[in-house]
């Protein structure tokens, strides 16, 4: 199975200001996803993240609120900009290899915003 | 909009006894259905997936589906309080690897 890490592991964050979230996989991967988990919620897609071409986000999701690059086929960032307190939150990756059971979630990033 | 709806719970069964876990989904459309448990402060974990109607099992789990009823289900024998957990039902909506989940439900075994 692979080795999904995320950095950083939680933060507490100010409003109004950025936060960038790594996803490491130990093998290259197909597809990286971002969802968000809110306290006592289910997980929410924000977007799909493309290699080498923009990520392609779901409805309620821009760009100018969670930038995401991949720049290679192990290794996305999602960056949550100017955040309010409502984008306190656990965020996770989840990779997909070239099959449906090869598909694992990173530990996730627990953020809070004041 | 594509759904996924699951009883939130608390299901609560007794140790040794078959936990039934049930999920409907809206695309008639979906292929792959996926079932995963979430332990309190982990990440999802995938146990089951099931792509053709009727039953596959795996160890003391057994997954369910039914493609006319827009039905899965997560059957769990031999209930044993380790398995105590949030279960979430997903379902692919693409052929991308992109899967969209219900709310969970959470099971709790009784010792």
């Known amino acids: 199975s692979a080795v999904i890490s995320q950095k950083p592991s939680r933060d507490i964050c100010q409003r109004g200001t950025s936060l960038t979230i790594q996803c490491q996989v130990d093998?290259?991967?197909?597809?990286m996803f971002w969802y968000r988990q809110q306290p006592g919620q289910s997980l929410t897609l924000i977007a799909t993240?493309?290699?080498?071409?923009?990520?392609?986000?779901e409805s309620g999701f821009v760009i100018d609120k969670f930038p995401i690059s991949r720049p290679n086929l192990t290794f996305s960032t999602l960056t949550v900009s100017n955040m309010s307190p409502e984008d306190s939150s656990i965020y996770l990756c989840?990779?997909?290899?070239?099959?449906?059971?090869?598909?694992?979630f990173g530990p996730g990033t627990r953020l809070t915003v004041l | 909009q594509k759904e996924v709806e699951q009883n939130s719970g608390p299901l609560s069964v007794p140790e040794g006894a078959i936990a039934s876990l049930n999920c409907t989904y809206s695309?008639?459309?979906?292929?792959?259905f996926f079932w995963y448990r979430q332990y309190s402060g982990k990440s999802p974990e995938l146990i089951m997936s099931?792509?053709?109607?009727g039953d596959k099992e795996d160890g003391r789990f057994t997954a369910q589906l039914n493609k006319a009823s827009q039905y899965v289900s997560l059957l769990i024998r031999d209930s044993q309080p380790s398995d105590s957990a949030t279960y979430l039902c997903?379902?692919?909506?693409?052929?991308?690897?992109?899967?969209?989940f219900g709310k969970g439900t959470r099971l709790h075994i009784l010792p």
């Open positions: 993240a493309n290699q080498g071409s923009e990520a392609t986000y």
């Open positions: 695309d008639r459309g979906s292929q792959s």
């Open positions: 093998s290259q991967v197909t597809m």
């Open positions: 099931i792509y053709s109607n």
């Open positions: 989840r990779v997909a290899g070239t099959t449906y059971n090869e598909q694992f």
């Open positions: 997903a379902v692919g909506v693409n052929r991308d690897d992109k899967i969209i």
